[in-house]
């Protein structure tokens, strides 16, 4: 289990909020609230594998929300070294790099728009404002911007316009390279950008050694599985995404009356 105060998170929202990932006992969760407690935290984002029932239940028992359900895909290089598909001969038309710093205006400006009305754990929440909430994605984006180098690499595409469309990546200790945030500028929606830069992706992973490329997206974001399903990835595993109020319980009592009458 891995839990920390959230800087991104308060930087944004203003408060405190404590992230969790792992948990697997009702235990872990207990430890997570004991935590969030003594660091006065307005606000718990805990992820859990949606497999640890006797868990999930009692974070909902514990005053949780589901936010979110997560699907993850994974895609092994060693099966993908003869799979990889050619590259179609429309995508001719883009060209793609590793990302300088000169690029930086134009990703966070296609940022700013693909994640404007994006529907995640954050925007599930009404307590939060959602432009907040699309903020949040963003300096996400700027942070890995910001950290460029051995772990966080940045892939971007472009035309003879400009650049349309970026794709980060982070590279786990276990030769492992995860797949992070991804933005395509809505002129070239529809025209095989994303494709490229997951291909792209897996190619880089095949190259570097490593032994595996895996993402993840909301289980209802079928448009991006369709995608990775075409590249050879396929689905391991679900996560929950819960929100758990500790300063709002007024709020929090007229959202249990809602949902249990």
């Known amino acids: 289990m891995n839990k920390y105060v959230s800087k991104l998170d308060l930087d944004r929202f203003g408060f405190v909020t404590v992230k969790a990932e792992g948990l697997k006992s009702i235990e872990d969760v207990n430890e997570c609230i004991s935590f969030s407690n003594n660091n006065n935290a307005e606000l718990l984002i805990a992820r859990l594998d949606a497999s640890r029932l006797e868990a999930v239940q009692w974070v909902e028992a514990s005053g949780g929300i589901l936010c979110d359900t997560l699907i993850y895909y994974e895609l092994r290089c060693h099966h993908a070294k003869n799979s990889?598909?050619?590259?179609?001969?429309?995508?001719?038309?883009?060209?793609?790099?590793e990302m300088t710093a000169r690029d930086q205006e134009a990703?966070?400006?296609?940022?700013?728009?693909?994640?404007?009305?994006?529907?995640?754990?954050?925007?599930?929440?009404?307590?939060l404002d959602r432009r907040d909430c699309d903020a949040t994605y963003v300096s996400w984006c700027e942070?890995?911007?910001?950290?460029?180098?051995?772990?966080?690499?940045?892939?971007?595409?472009?035309?003879?316009?400009?650049?349309?469309?970026?794709?980060?990546?982070?590279?786990?200790?276990?030769?492992?390279?995860?797949?992070?945030?991804?933005?395509?500028?809505?002129?070239?929606?529809?025209r095989g950008v994303y494709r490229r830069m997951?291909?792209?992706?897996?190619?880089?992973?095949?190259?570097?050694?490593?032994?595996?490329?895996?993402?993840?997206?909301?289980?209802?974001?079928?448009?991006?599985?369709?995608?990775?399903?075409?590249?050879?990835f396929f689905p391991i595993k679900y996560e929950y995404t819960f929100h758990k109020w500790f300063k709002s319980d007024i709020k929090l009592q007229a959202v249990n009356e809602f949902r249990f009458g």
């Open 107 to 127: 990703v966070i400006h296609i940022a700013r728009t693909a994640f404007s009305g994006y529907y995640g754990h954050y925007h599930s929440d009404s307590r």
């Open 198 to 232: 997951i291909r792209q992706g897996i190619e880089y992973a095949i190259a570097a050694g490593f032994k595996r490329v895996f993402t993840s997206t909301q289980i209802i974001n079928l448009t991006v599985q369709r995608v990775w399903i075409t590249q050879g």
């Open 143 to 190: 942070a890995t911007i910001q950290n460029r180098g051995e772990v966080n690499k940045i892939i971007i595409a472009e035309d003879v316009i400009g650049i349309c469309g970026f794709l980060t990546m982070k590279v786990h200790d276990d030769r492992q390279l995860e797949l992070v945030l991804s933005g395509v500028a809505k002129r070239v929606e529809g």
């Open 84 to 97: 990889v598909r050619a590259i179609d001969k429309d995508d001719e038309t883009f060209q793609l790099r």
